[in-house]
Nanobody
Framework: QVQLVESGGGLVQAGGSLRLSCAAS????????MGWYRQAPGKQRELVAI???????NYAGSVKGRFTISRDNAKNTALLQMNSLKPEDTAVYYC?????????????WGQGTQVTVSS
């Protein structure tokens, strides 16, 4: 079984920074992509950032230039550096990964970590 464990959420003032970490563990043959989604109260879950196995990245327009996603392939870890945080960034952030255990890749989610940005 594959597990995604997130860390790094918390409370920060507007303009501050946080770094989220997501570590994948278990029987992993390859990781096709890792990404972060977020869900604010009363809103749908939305993509924040994603990094593909070739290193290419994609960001939501609202975070472009402020957030940076990176991967440590040796540790099966994805990081999300969040700078210049705004109150509207407040949400539960979920790690997502497309992982193959040797066969067809599966879609996995972390348990979520709360990010709260105060004004």
């Amino acid at each position: 079984q594959v597990q995604l464990v997130e860390s790094g959420g918390g409370l920060v003032q507007a303009g501050g920074s946080l770094r989220l970490s997501c570590a994948a563990s278990g029987r992993i043959a390859s990781i096709n992509a890792m990404g972060w989604y977020r869900q604010a109260p009363g809103k749908q879950r939305e993509l924040v950032a994603i990094i593909i196995s070739d290193g290419s990245t994609n960001y939501a327009g609202s975070v472009k230039g402020r957030f940076t996603i990176s991967r440590d392939n040796a540790k099966n870890t994805a990081l999300l550096q969040m700078n210049s945080l705004k109150p509207e960034d407040t949400a539960v952030y979920y790690c997502n990964a497309i992982i193959s255990q040797g066969g067809y890749p599966g879609n996995y989610w972390g348990q979520g970590t709360q990010v709260t940005v105060s004004s």
